[in-house]
């Protein structure tokens, strides 16, 4: 995402919850990949010790300098996030079902007719059969508050509820061997309470995917993936929807290079039709380079080209970035983060992203164009003095500037955040 870890008001408390569904996560976006190395454990967190059912609350306070990403006259605020938090990590025989569950009650300062309530569940269940035949079944569903006016010229100060959607399947036949058949399928729709709005991005979409896995030793393997996605936009006063139909060839590849080094690399061809924008082919992937020098210092950097917004929305539980609406995006983005477990119960978190975006997009039913450039820090702390006390707080600055004054799509803005969150747990 190209904005800091304080543009959503979510808990940070469900971050120590979503270890629970790091298993299945990782199983679906690296099939036969070597696992990458495990993370600096946060103090506290339910990672050292699952169990199978978790329950808390949380409570976070977040100050944004410029509420609404204003290019002048930027309006602060600050917004409090109440949220009844649910984590599920059990096993059934040779598989598990896992979940995370949120309920959250958003309210702001200044601008109470923003004041809204949420949510977000994931569950899945992980299958292993004797057959050497494993997989993942999953549902999601979100609901948040989205402003939408980032990729406009003109911001967008009312409430926008965007309701979300998803179930995904995912299967791999082969067991332990060096070869094994990788499929999946998922489905998604998303709405959103703004008409405005929701005449041109609503939208419905289903994927398929099928290919091979290669694993020929425990620190080597890759993928190689054929997938199609259709996205369904609907028709409006506006002009017609947008359809949008993609196939694309991916190769990925892991190695662990050592006990302290891992890289990854991908790379993917796509074509997509469209009903109303140009028809387009290009190239998306990406490298990173995990590095722990030490047992408690974790630094990871990327190298990535997407289609942030371009191609629908992913199912994983990771919330989509930003999306242009109804319309097309190349970014290009590098990432560098770092975790550092200072003592045995303080995690301090940092990172930086610089990128670039392609914007294509559709403006009164005319194609309009655009370029942006952002830069984004974050620095974050956490403290877990008890497994069932999590407090943290970060602080983040975020820049986006544009090619041009004249552009329509997307507009210049600074913008401060920070914020503290206390989660209690009971287990």
Known sequence: MTGSLLSR??????????VFAASGAAFAQADALPPAPPPVPA???QAAT?????YGISQKFTHESNLFRETRGAEDDWASTTALNLALDQPLGRGKLRGTASLQANRYGDHDELDNT?????????????????????VRASRQQYRYGLDSATPFDGKNIEDEQAAYVQARLGGMGVW???????????SYSQDAFADLNDLSQWSAEGGVGWRPSPDLGGTLKARYTRISRPDSALGFGDDVGRREVELALGWQASGASRFEGRAAR?????????????????LAWDWMPAAKLHLRTELARDTEGAGGAQTSPEPSAQAVP??????????????????????????AQYSERRLKALVGGLPAS???????????VRWAPSRALDVGCELGREKRETDSSLTVITRPYELTTMGCSVAFWFR
């Open 9 to 18: 008001p979510l808990p940070l408390a469900l971050a120590a919850a979503t």
């Open 118 to 138: 949420g949510h977000d569940v994931d569950l899945a269940l992980d299958v292993e059969t004797a057959l050497n035949l494993a997989g993942t079944v999953g």
């Open 43 to 45: 103090p506290g967190s």
């Open 270 to 286: 796509a074509k997509e039709r469209h009903s109303v924008l140009d028809d387009r082919s290009f190239w998306t992937g990406g």
């Open 370 to 380: 655009a370029e942006d450039q952002t830069t984004a820090l974050s620095l974050g």
């Open 180 to 190: 094994s058949l990788l499929a999946g399928a998922d489905t998604l729709e998303r």
């Open 326 to 351: 109804a319309g097309d995006t190349l970014r290009d983005a590098l990432r560098w983060s770092v975790q550092w477990a200072a003592t045995a119960k303080v995690n301090v978190l940092a990172a």
């Open 50 to 54: 699952p169990v199978p059912l978790a």
